[in-house]
């Protein structure tokens, strides 16, 4: 399957309560990367199908102006999610979040009742991505397995509220008690070669604190994060765009090495550092992240 939205821009995923047409009708001015229509822990037992039908309505009517539209469906323990996906591919959504995932299984069969709601409601077959929450220890451990399941999903999330409870911890805000999961996730996404986002930053008074959650995922290797508030997104954003420093400094890397491979020259100095052929790759990624984000004015 070739769905070019495989890798489309994710620095930040806004969760919003599907059952809540007020938060609904346009958080795309808000300019967050994906927005995700909460049909799991944001809606009460006894209000499912009032979310759902809102959810739908919402999908049809409303234009998003291109923002992603990822619909998260109840758990697979539950008797809710195979309606959820018929509603949502029904409405047109672009993606389905599976929570508490722990196995490949589980993929697969959400994976089976996507490809039956797209031949149901006439969607083009593949049209529809998957992305896996991973929730629990057993999920963290089989992460890889998770990431290579299923042509579909393109990518993995930890959610890091249900994740600690597992672990017999909690969430502390100093990160410790995540680095293993995150580490585990970045590692499995980039070894199977789909994208991984990190848990929500629950403090919305603590911008600093944001901002320094933020940077460490960075420095880990995601590629975005989930968020609670629009408040959220300007950093998160910044962080996660090149920097004008860095564009420039990844053109020359590209530049140079394009240059030098033809005369047969495999290391040199770019603004006195060491450079070779493996720092080919990342600095294309910069550019490429840079064209994705809108900051890029170069040529390349």
Not at 82 to 102: F, H, L, N, Q, Y
Not at 156 to 170: F, N, P, R, V, W
Not at 273 to 295: N, P, Q
């Amino acid at each position: 399957m070739n769905n070019p939205n495989k890798k489309r821009l994710r620095r930040t995923m806004m969760f919003l309560n599907a059952q809540k047409p007020g938060l609904l009708k346009d958080p795309f001015l808000y300019g967050p990367d994906s927005i995700m229509l909460d049909l799991e822990d944001a809606v009460a037992e006894n209000q499912k199908d009032a979310a759902r039908f809102s959810l739908y309505h919402a999908l049809r009517t409303i234009d998003y102006h291109g923002c992603e539209r990822v619909v998260r469906i109840n758990g697979l323990d539950t008797p809710y999610w195979r309606e959820d996906i018929r509603c949502a591919v029904a409405g047109g959504c672009d993606s389905i979040r599976i929570p508490k995932t722990e196995s490949a299984g589980d993929v697969r069969l959400v994976e089976e009742a996507v490809a039956a709601a797209e031949q149901e409601f006439g969607r083009p077959e593949g049209s529809v991505l998957i992305m896996a929450a991973i929730e629990s220890a057993r999920g963290v451990m089989k992460a890889l397995e998770i990431c290579e399941s299923s042509e579909r999903l393109f990518g993995i999330a930890l959610s890091g509220g249900d994740y600690t409870k597992d672990l017999q911890t909690h969430i502390t805000g100093t990160g410790i008690e995540l680095m293993g999961a995150r580490q585990n996730l970045v590692i499995a996404a980039r070894a199977a070669g789909v994208q991984c986002f990190d848990t929500v930053y629950t403090d919305l008074n603590n911008m600093e604190g944001l901002r320094e959650d933020v940077e460490t995922i960075h420095v880990m290797g995601f590629d975005g994060k989930s968020i609670i508030n629009p408040r959220q997104i300007r950093i998160v954003h910044e962080i996660f765009t090149p920097s004008e420093r860095e564009i420039v400094f990844a053109e020359k890397v590209v530049r140079e090495i394009d240059a030098k491979k033809a005369m047969g020259i495999g290391v040199f100095t770019v603004d006195g550092k060491m450079i070779d052929i493996a720092f080919y790759d990342g600095a294309k990624r910069t550019i490429e992240l840079a064209k994705a984000s809108g900051v890029y004015k170069g040529e390349l």
